[in-house]
């Protein structure tokens, strides 16, 4: 399954399929990149971040892809699992700042 | 073993109402974090304090005061709660300044929900 487009709220997912979730963010002097998993009721969770000199990171069953030129972030899961269901937010920070700009969020559903 | 906990995690009160959240972490970090969730789940920055130093402070109601007593604890306090302030607070800490570089992965604590009625 994949999210396209600027947001999209929601994303249902097969079990075992891999998942994508996209995040445009506007800012071109964004240099540090993060993605958060939130489950419900919980706070958010650090998943795997990438910097601006890098295009793509990898971690276990996750996969960041990170295309400067459209200003394009995305999420990659593999195999998703039920315990993956939760909502997924991107983040931006500019060099040397404090602050993480947060995106909206978009919720995966993942169908048994 | 907690590394970020906040109190209470549940808090319901009435309008004009003060009530305080606490937050400690026992990361050894430098840098804390208040931001807001609202109903549709956006996260927004609020205030952030580096080494007890405010270094982030958005455009906040000033009923909202946040107070740094030490590095490793951050409050909030609220003034004359109003329906509008309902929300879910989250407490986040990073490392801070290392080696002439900020160190940006921010650890959320559990967060509060409040509810004003």
């Known amino acids: 399954g994949e999210s396209v487009g600027l947001h999209l709220p929601t994303l249902s997912v097969q079990e075992g399929d891999n998942s994508i979730i996209n995040c445009a963010y506007s800012?071109?002097?964004?240099?540090?990149f993060i993605w958060y998993k939130q489950e419900s009721g919980k706070g958010p969770q650090f998943i795997i971040d990438?910097?601006?000199?890098?295009d793509k990171r990898q971690g276990q069953r996750v996969t960041v892809l990170l295309n400067k030129t459209v200003k394009h972030l995305s999420l990659q899961i593999a195999a998703t699992q039920p315990g993956d269901s939760a909502v997924y937010f991107c983040?931006?920070?500019?060099?040397?700042?404090?602050?993480?700009?947060f995106g909206a969020g978009t919720t995966v559903t993942v169908r048994a | 073993d907690t590394a970020v906990s906040q109190t209470p995690k549940y808090l319901v009160t009435q309008m004009g109402n003060d009530k305080s959240i606490k937050c400690e972490q026992n990361?050894?970090?430098?840098?804390m974090y208040w931001y807001k969730q609202d109903s549709k789940k956006f996260l927004k920055i609020m205030f952030s304090y580096n080494n007890k130093e405010l270094i982030i402070n958005e455009t906040v109601p000033n009923r909202f005061s946040p107070k740094s007593p030490d590095k490793a604890h951050l409050n909030l306090h609220i003034n004359s709660l109003e329906l509008g302030d309902s929300a879910v607070y989250f407490c986040a800490s990073s490392p801070g300044p290392f080696g002439g570089r900020i160190q940006e992965t921010q650890y959320f604590g559990p967060g509060t929900r409040l509810l004003v009625l």
């Open positions: 983040a931006e920070k500019g060099r040397g700042d404090y602050k993480l700009s």
């Open positions: 800012n071109s002097a964004s240099d540090y």
């Open positions: 990438i910097r601006s000199n890098m």
């Open positions: 990361l050894g970090h430098d840098t």
